[in-house]
């Protein structure tokens, strides 16, 4: 860290006259070098030193003994709520105040008497605030003659050996990781493919939604939020208009990886995403988006490097042991500022989270949704009661083991007498992706996923140049030396020309009448009639489907009772 004379240049003038008078020297009548070449010489004279020492009670001596065991610098976030606030004053404050004689800390008595003072360095996350000792001055410090001489320093910034976590060896309740975010990612890129898909406030629509979740694995609607940040963040979709489309080179590049390699990309995505902020998924947290700076990736790569230094490399881990070794040696691990009070985030009572107080409702909250959502979806840990392993690919992941390549033998696609395209997981993504674009899709029961050639799906294809053709071509190469079906070969040569004739399918609510005079009676009225469409009989009639509820009423003003059969469209 820096020397005394250079800690005095950066100082406030105003700090001077208080610093001259309690090492005693005079200052009146100096030129600024004349002050702090006199400050400078006095502060690091050992009989001066040894007398400032003396005046500490045994709370501020303790503070600067922890400062020192730090190695002469600590967090200044970590040191003020260790030991205190220090009030940043100016001259007339300072005369008013008089801070140097009535310290409201451990931490404001050493600052105004200039045995600490504040500086700024540069971590991976950017500037942060550091209270240290001056090294010039920490090397005549009289630290020897206390009986702090042997106490425990308060950790550093960063992980501390002595929290490598122990192994459990019992759990309950295990959820193995799998790698289904592969195949679910896949899906979403080819309905974003098939439909033309408008976001709202940048996330999917209900409808959207309830349309997308039955084909996916995991039909879990944050967890689908998630793939859609994931999506964007490894570019593999775009947002165009406030609509979400695949990228066609990227998307077919990575369908074509294998299995390891996608799981991969997507996994180093997220922990470089700045889109995703996992903040606001956090459930019972609602951050508002105010201005006060944020950075996803600094808090996700604080803890990768974390989880890289004191968890069992393939045993099960305790995951409140994990949050509870954070907040004791890395409390700031997402605000390397050590800032408590500007952040603008409620819980789910409207109440806003402020203050270090706050640390396990915020930070507590996320770490635990780290494990239990983007990290579990990505195949990275296995979860059980209160507990988390990392997985080969999780262990590559933090940076113990190259990222692993397992063999992928990969499967056949099965091709039914009626038309039904079974495709398992272990069938190359792309040509799934490729089998879903001519087909109509099936709700995901299980593995392997279904797929109709139908009239349907070939009516999809066409829309995206997909011709009969082509649908024969790939399904004789999947099949190899076995025969189309005939089924499947009579539909393709069916629609080699395109459709014969078209119709169309509309839905209807129809009235019925117990008696024909009765429908007589209706339509005769012209107060009932208006609401109605053609006659389909002479008891039934077709009504507007909007129109619907005030017939109804309309009907009971005249005496006739209507009964809802089922439920409207």
């Known amino acids: 860290m820096r020397n005394l004379k250079r800690t005095l ?53 303790g503070a600067l003994q922890a400062l020192l065991g730090s190695g002469g610098k ?36 050493l600052y105004y008497r200039g045995l600490i003072s504040e500086a700024f360095e540069q971590v991976e996350a950017g500037a942060r605030a550091v209270m240290y000792v001056p090294n010039d001055l920490m090397a005549v410090l009289p630290s020897h003659k206390t009986a702090y001489e042997n106490l425990e320093a308060p950790p550093a910034a960063g992980p501390a050996e002595p929290y490598n976590l122990e192994p459990l060896e019992e759990v309950d309740d295990i959820h193995q990781a799998d790698t289904s975010v592969v195949d679910d990612i896949t899906t979403l890129l080819v309905y ?17 939604r309830d349309r997308l979740l039955p084909y996916l694995l995991t039909p879990d609607d944050s ?35 294998p299995r390891s390699a996608q799981v991969r ?29 944020y950075d996803p990736v600094v808090a996700r790569k604080a803890v990768i490097n974390f989880l890289g230094e004191i968890v069992p490399e393939q045993d099960w881990w305790s995951l409140d042991e994990f949050i509870e070794a954070v907040h004791e040696t890395e409390p700031d691990f997402q605000r390397p500022g050590g800032e408590y009070d500007s952040w603008y985030i409620r819980n789910d009572e409207g ?15 996320l770490l635990e949704y780290y494990f239990l959502g983007p990290m579990h979806w990505l195949g990275l840990v296995d979860l059980a009661e209160d507990a988390v392993r990392l997985t080969a690919y999780g262990r590559a992941f933090v940076g113990i083991i190259p990222w692993p390549s397992p063999p992928e033998p990969e499967d056949k696609i099965t091709v039914q007498e009626d038309g039904t395209l079974l495709v398992s997981r272990r069938v190359s993504r792309i040509d799934r992706f490729q089998v879903a674009r001519f087909t109509s899709w099936q709700p995901v029961e299980d593995d392997p996923y279904a797929y109709k050639l139908d009239a349907q799906g070939i009516a999809q294809a066409d829309q995206q140049g997909i011709n009969t053709s082509q649908i024969a071509a790939f399904i004789t190469r999947v099949m190899g030396d076995a025969p189309i079906p005939a089924r499947i070969k009579q539909i393709l040569d069916t629609w080699k020309g395109g ?71």
């Open 223 to 257: 967890r689908l939020d998630f793939l859609l940040g994931l999506g964007v963040s490894a570019e593999l979709i775009e947002i165009e208009a406030g609509k979400a489309l695949p990228r066609r080179a990227e998307t077919r590049r990575w369908l074509a990886q």
């Open 265 to 293: 990309s997507l996994a180093e995505a997220w922990r470089d995403s700045l889109l995703y902020r996992d903040l606001w998924h956090v459930p019972g947290l609602h951050p508002e988006p105010t201005g006060w700076p």
């Open 499 to 569: 459709p014969t004739a078209s119709v169309t399918l509309e839905r209807l609510m129809v009235l019925r009448t117990t008696a024909p005079e009765t429908l007589t009676f209706i339509l005769d009225n012209p107060a009932l009639r208006r609401y109605l469409g053609a006659q389909l009989g002479p008891m039934a009639v077709i009504v507007r489907e909007d129109q619907w509820q005030a017939l109804r009423d309309a009907l009971g003003e005249h005496g006739i009772q209507a009964e809802l059969v089922g439920s409207p469209a």
């Open 9 to 61: 240049q950066d100082q406030d003038p105003a700090l001077w006259p208080v610093l001259a008078r309690r090492w005693g020297v005079t200052i009146k009548n100096l030129s600024k070098d004349e002050i702090i070449n006199t400050l400078n010489d006095a502060m690091l004279e050992q009989g001066r030193v040894e007398t400032v020492w003396e005046s500490l009670n045994d709370d501020q001596r």
């Open 74 to 109: 600590m967090p200044k976030s970590m040191f003020t709520r260790l030991f205190g606030e220090i009030r940043q004053m100016g001259a007339e404050q300072i005369e008013r105040e008089k801070p140097h004689l009535n310290p409201v800390s451990s931490a404001e008595a």
């Open 192 to 208: 974003l493919q098939l439909n033309n898909v408008a976001l709202e406030n940048e996330t999917f629509s209900q409808v959207v």
């Open 351 to 365: 109440d806003y989270l402020r203050g270090f107080e706050s640390w396990s409702a915020v930070e507590g909250a």
